[in-house]
Structure formats: C-alpha cells, structure tokens
C-alpha cells in the first residue's frame, strides 16, 4: 500500500517544492490548495494527487485527510497556507486580520487535529507548520501577518508537548528571510528546494533526537 504525505497550502514556491521532494521519496503526495489553479504546475509531477481544499473548512481539511489515508497510511502532514495583507494598525480591517488569521493560525489548528487523528491509532507520523520570522518577532505594519504566526507557533508547541509521546514528531520550521521566486537569482535568498530538503530531513529524523523548531535563513539575514 502506498504511503502518503499532506501538503497544505500549495503554491508556485515553498509549496510545490515541498510537494516534488516527498514525491521524489516515493510517497504519494496530496497537493492542497484553496486555488485548483495553483496546482496546474503539478500535473506532469510522479505520484502527486491535486485536491482543492479551504484550510479554514473543517469539513473540506477533513475530507483531505480521509482521501489521504483511503490511498495509504499517512506518513506526513505539512501546514504551509498564509496569508498576509500589510498595513498600519489603525488602518487594518477587522475582517481583513480575521481572515489572515483563519488562514494562517486556525487552519494550521484545523490541519494539525486532522493529522493527529489519523496518525494517533498508528503511533507514528509527522506533522510540519511552516513559520516566519513574525513567528518569533512583530514588526511595524506587519500585525495581519504576526498575529498568526504567533498563534501557528503555538499550536505546534502545544501539539509537539502533546503528541510527541505518542510517537508523533510535531515541528514549526522558522523561514527567516526572503525565498527565492525565479531560477538565477542570488543566493541570499532562500532557494525552496533547500527548503524542503530540511523538511524531509525533520521527518527522517529518529525519535531519540527529534527537533522541535528549526529556524532556516540564508548567509546575508541578519538575525
């Protein structure tokens, strides 16, 4: 039976990166995105499964995870959906910082507990949150996106504390600096690739030296 893998919140960067590197692992790879458009550029992808799915729909992220385990056990859940819409803090809409914040902190809640639950009776899996430098630090004009990343942070702590003695590895990786968008620029950017290359690693990780927050930034971020 094959094995599967979760990806939330995929898109034309981080996403689709993170998608091809566990399809080149083997597994079978379910590619969500609230945008069926988004996941055009995965159709010619070995073992990829397009799903169009709202991560801040408990009944839609439901229906992912049980399409994910009628293919195979699943092995790995990844919450990579944001987003973020700058500006002031006596400028922001009430509605526009719930909506960051649906997306980006309750359906990273949302997907975590749907991967828990799948991977609970198994005793084993892992489940990855994507963060940002706002995770650990709110900048000026940056409230819509803080508030979140916060949040997301701590959901992934509170799950790490909870499930990780139940043999599930629960990590939050920190993106500290700008990711590269196009081939050939300058390496001070994050290049996805290598990105995901550190997700794969975390799941590989035994469970006598797990990691519960990795922080990735290129050699120019200061920090």
């Not at 973020?84 to 914040?101: I, K, L, M, N, S």
């Not at 005793?123 to 940056?142: D, K, N, P």
Request: with cysteine.
């Amino acid at each position: 039976m094959m094995k599967t893998v979760v990806v939330v919140g995929v898109g034309p960067g981080l996403g689709s990166a993170l998608v091809k590197a566990f399809s080149h692992e083997g597994y079978t790879v379910l590619a969500a995105a609230r945008q069926a458009a988004k996941l055009r550029g995965l159709r010619d992808v070995a073992r990829v499964v397009p799903v169009a799915c709202d991560a801040t729909q408990a009944a839609q992220v439901d229906a992912l995870f049980e399409q994910a385990t009628s293919i195979g056990p699943m092995h790995v859940a990844i919450f990579n959906a944001g987003t973020y819409e700058r500006g002031t803090v006596v400028d922001t809409d009430p509605a526009q910082f719930e909506r960051c914040w649906r997306v980006g902190a309750f359906g990273g809640f949302l997907v975590g507990r749907a991967a828990a639950r799948h991977m609970l009776p198994a005793g084993e899996g892992t489940i990855l949150f994507t963060g940002a430098t706002a995770s650990l630090r709110g900048g000026a004009g940056f409230v819509n996106l803080a508030s979140p990343k916060f949040a997301l942070r701590a959901v992934a702590q509170s799950m790490a504390r909870e499930l990780g003695p139940k043999g599930i590895h629960v990590a939050h990786v920190v993106i500290d600096g700008q990711i590269r968008s196009a081939e050939g620029e300058v390496d001070a950017y994050l290049d996805p690739r290598t990105i995901a290359e550190a997700y794969v690693a975390l799941h590989r990780q035994p469970r006598n030296a797990w990691t519960q927050e990795l922080d990735l930034r290129p050699w120019s971020e200061k920090f």
